[in-house]
């Protein structure tokens, strides 16, 4: 009697499976996507308010953007930004599927990723000072675009890298002794078989190195010279002139119109459309 009652006995729970994680779990990723999101819907309502220095959404207009439109002053820093931006995606893209693919044939890929992941922790005013001495003395570039577009590539390579090796890593090679099997060239192969399976890692990566690069603040300081990208602009416009801010406001809500959907494109084609596949 004694051995049936100890053995129909509930065995409690460890502390790490209590159901107050999961519902402890759940409003704090509540809260931390109201902490995202609530900001940048705020700047939004701001940019369509008569008054935003107040902090108060109200009285909307469209006359902050009106202004913006009428003003030319952002037009080349804008122009800088995205051909910049679309250089630093498209090298990026290119250069991190050549290695991306190396990388799973290799012996003992660790250290090279190692090597390559490692800038993403060096500080950006590090790095950006580590640039401008070796753009100068070594690249012997005068600062400006290019100077620049070399900062942000450095900046986005292994981002894009670390995109690409999601699809690369995963890439059945059996599939290219297939095609070679069939008579296929090694184009028709990397054409027909290889490049569709990693288009979704390839535009995710080209994508990301505009989006970094188009962001990018503390190494376009170091590099800019005289030029000026859209990041820099905005910050020296709203540290030099408060009435440029609502100005700034109605801008940087644009920008972040079309950035949120490049980087859902960017999240659909590396996640779902994989999957997919």
Do not use: C
């Not at 027909?192 to 188009?214: C, H, K, Q, T, Y």
């Not at 000026?228 to 920008?255: C, D, G, K, R, Y």
């Not at 972040?256 to 490049?262: A, E, F, I, Q, Y």
Request: net charge neutral; charged share 10%; no cysteine.
């Amino acid at each position: 009697m004694t051995d049936m009652t100890a053995t129909t006995r509930p065995v409690p729970l460890e502390t790490s499976y209590n159901p107050n994680w999961k519902r402890l779990g759940k409003w704090m990723g509540i809260a931390m996507l109201g902490l995202i999101y609530f900001p940048l819907l705020w700047l939004v309502l701001l940019s369509i308010s008569n008054d935003p220095l107040s902090g108060i959404p109200g009285a909307f207009s469209l006359r902050h953007y009106q202004a913006l439109f009428a003003s030319s002053d952002w037009h080349m820093p804008f122009v800088s930004s995205v051909v910049i931006g679309l250089i630093v995606g498209l090298v990026s893209a290119i250069t991190a599927t050549v290695i991306g693919r190396a990388v799973p044939r290799m012996a003992s890929p660790g250290p090279m990723l190692l090597v390559f992941v490692l800038p993403l922790f060096v500080p950006g005013m590090s790095m950006g000072a580590a640039l401008f001495i070796f753009s100068q003395s070594v690249l012997g570039l005068d600062l400006g675009f290019w100077s620049i577009a070399v900062g942000h590539y450095v900046w986005a390579l292994p981002f894009a890298l670390l995109i690409v090796l999601v699809v690369t890593l995963r890439f059945d090679h059996t599939l290219i002794e297939a095609g070679r099997d069939l008579g296929a060239s090694d184009w028709r192969v990397f054409k027909d078989i290889e490049f569709p399976i990693l288009m979704p890692g390839i535009v995710s990566a080209g994508l990301f190195g505009f989006l970094m690069s188009f962001n990018e603040v503390m190494r376009t300081i170091f590099l800019r010279g005289t030029s000026e990208t859209m990041p820099v602009w905005n910050w020296v416009q709203a540290a030099a002139q408060q009435s440029q801010v609502p100005i700034i406001f109605a801008l940087s809500s644009l920008v972040l119109l079309v950035t949120l959907p490049l980087l859902s494109a960017m999240f659909w084609l590396l996640f779902v459309r994989l999957n997919r596949t």
